[in-house]
Every structure is written in C-alpha cells, then in structure tokens.
C-alpha cells in the first residue's frame, strides 16, 4: 500500500487533490479532523485549561478552536513559543491516529492512503510516506480561496508564516500537481499520478511472484 503525503501552500488546493485520490480508490487520512477529536480528548481538554483558562472553551464547554487560533497565530513573541505548547501537545496524538488509521486501511487491501497535513513535514510526519505531492497554485489565487472561506488577509499571512517555505515543501517532494489552472486541469494530473502508480504497483515484483 502507498502512502500519499499532500503539500502545499494555505488554501492551495490540497483538498481538491486528495478528494480525487479518494475517487480513485485511495483512503484520505485528515490531520485537520484527527486534530478536532484530540482536541476533545480529557486529558488535552486539562493541559488547554492549565495553560489558557476558560477563554478557549464555549458557553457548551467545547474547545474553541478560533479562540486557540488567536492565541498561537499572534505575532512573535507571543504567538510562537503557544504554538509549540499546542503542536508538542496534539501532534503525537494525532500520529497516533493517523498511524492507526493507515494500518486499518492496509489490512482492508486498499492500494493508497493519502495524508492530508497543513503540518506534514514541520510535524515530521513525511516519514510515514512513501511520496510526497507538492500542490501548486499562485498567492493571488490562494488568498482569493482564503477570504471566500472568512479569512482575513492577516490570518491568511499569519497562517502562512507559521509553516515551512513553499520553496522548501516543494523542495521536499517528490511529484508537484500545478492547481494555477482549473479544477479539471488539476484532476487530470492526479489521475495521471494515480495510473502510473497503479502500473507500477501491478508491475512490481512483489505483485507478480
């Protein structure tokens, strides 16, 4: 089975390229889901009370994700040294889950998984890989996605600025997927990906004792 890691830029694309790796037949693990249920877990619950108060839970007593987003987001010094409590905090957890997940589609004979993480490599978790896909897409273009979704251009820039270099991630993959064109563009590419992964898959020694 082939482990998928998606890169990229804040409002790139990633989801338009995983949800066509799903169509194909792949299993998609989301980071950004695992996150919300760890997040929910009691002892997590306790250390986000210990550290920040009642401020980042609602009148139901949920976390409040954008209340946290306020705190670790905020401009250095402040910002940087939360996120690191938070991401030391969650982000075994959510290995954890990922990593159960991705077992459970093994044994199921799926051929792919596909790891979903704005924080894949930052969070090491480009290990569990066997590729990684860079997804393309212009600033201007990103930026547009990121204010249809409620975002201001300071959240889009602070979001961006809390995560590796687009040069960098792009560095670090193997496959990149250009989503500067249209949203058909961009599934023929991973279509394309997907069959001469397959081709390879059936073509391996492995497959054909």
Same mark, same amino acid.
């Given at each position: ?135 393309? @897409?212009?600033? #201007?273009?990103?930026?547009? &996605?990121? %204010?249809?979704?409620? /975002?201001?251009? =300071?959240?889009?820039?602070?979001? !961006? ?21 249209? @949203?058909?563009? #961009?599934?023929?590419?991973? &279509?394309? %990906?997907?069959?001469? /992964?397959?081709? =390879?898959?059936?073509?391996?020694? !492995?497959?054909?004792?």
């Amino acid at each position: 089975m082939r482990v998928i890691g998606i890169v990229g830029g804040v409002a790139s694309g990633k989801s338009l390229v995983s949800a066509e790796f799903r169509r194909l037949g792949a299993r998609v693990l989301d980071a950004d889901r695992a996150g919300h249920e760890v997040l929910e877990e009691e002892p997590v619950r306790q250390a986000l009370r210990d550290r920040w108060g009642a401020a980042v839970f609602d009148r139901q007593g949920k976390v409040d994700r954008e209340a946290i987003a306020r705190i670790v987001f905020a401009p250095p010094p402040d910002g940087p040294p939360e996120r690191r409590f938070l991401e030391g905090l969650t982000h075994p957890r959510i290995r954890g889950r990922l990593q159960d997940e991705a077992v459970v589609a093994r044994e199921s004979g799926l051929p792919a998984v596909v790891l979903d993480a704005a924080l894949l490599l930052e969070a090491g978790w480009d290990r569990l890989c066997d590729v990684i896909v860079f997804v393309a @897409a212009p600033r #201007t273009a990103r930026l547009e &996605r990121s %204010l249809r979704r409620g /975002w201001t251009e =300071q959240q889009f820039a602070a979001r !961006e600025a809390a995560q590796m270099s687009l040069e960098e991630k792009q560095s670090r993959a193997s496959q990149t997927i250009d989503n500067s064109g249209s @949203a058909a563009e #961009t599934v023929e590419q991973v &279509r394309r %990906l997907w069959h001469s /992964w397959v081709a =390879q898959t059936a073509n391996s020694p !492995e497959a054909n004792p």
